[in-house]
């Protein structure tokens, strides 16, 4: 069964900062992974998705991610934080390609200090 | 943009009372989707539909669950005997295309209490 794991519920930076979100999945074939978000009050947001190809994936508001077959991560990263960042942050992965179920880890929140 | 929308935003009801909960997909979308996510729980998949009937369910989704899109444009997932641990957050999604890794475009949610 595939299962997705986000190390860290919270995660705090100053503005300006490095941002980085763990994901590790488990999967017994090439996986479709994603990163969503969530303001507050709001539905989940895709921020990037890897498929095939490219295993940098660049995504919206100056996010992206690496696909590591060797260390089945997918960790989501942000070269200088803004506050507008602030939000929770979702991997999911899809790994058998008959599905379409969406498996979700379990959020980490991140917090933006000024 | 076209966006995912679902109604109400809040809904109360009592045990063993059944609820609908409406979703308007985008509009041009073929696949459907409710995720659910107890407070302080993982977002869980529930079950996907296409073309009338359902493509895709999880072990959650037991009798007291269906699903249905009774017209052209809405999508409804009802409770029929809701139970405590029913109360959540509920998500409904549309993707646009055949393959498996479409994006999936969340609605803002519904957040029923069961009391």
């Known amino acids: 069964a595939q299962s997705v794991t986000q190390l860290g519920s919270h995660v705090s930076v100053s503005e300006g900062a490095l941002v980085l979100l763990r994901c590790n999945y488990s999967?017994?074939?090439?996986?479709?992974l994603f990163w969503y978000v969530q303001y507050p009050n709001q539905g989940l947001q895709l921020l990037l998705k890897y498929t095939t190809g490219a295993t940098l994936v660049k995504g919206i508001n100056g996010f992206e991610a690496e696909f590591k077959k060797s260390e089945t991560s997918f960790h989501l990263t942000k070269p200088s934080a803004h506050m507008s960042d602030a939000a929770e942050y979702f991997c999911a992965v899809i790994s058998d390609t008959g599905r379409r179920a969406l498996t979700f880890g379990s959020g980490t929140r991140l917090q933006v200090q000024p | 943009e076209p966006e995912v929308t679902q109604t109400p935003s809040h809904q109360v009801t009592q045990m063993g009372q059944e609820v609908i909960l409406r979703c308007v997909p985008i509009?041009?979308?073929?696949?459907f989707y409710w995720y659910r996510q107890i407070l302080g729980q993982k977002v869980e998949f529930l079950v996907s539909?296409?073309?009338?009937?359902?493509?895709?369910k999880s072990e959650i989704f037991d009798d007291q669950f269906s699903v249905e899109r009774p017209d052209g444009s809405n999508f409804t997932l009802k409770i029929r005997s809701t139970k405590l641990e029913d109360s959540a957050m509920y998500f409904c999604a549309s993707s646009g295309g055949l393959a498996g890794q479409e994006t999936q475009y969340f609605g803002p949610g519904t957040r029923l209490l069961v009391l």
């Open positions: 999967s017994s074939v090439p996986p479709y």
């Open positions: 509009s041009n979308h073929l696949y």
């Open positions: 539909f296409y073309n009338n009937e359902i493509s895709e």
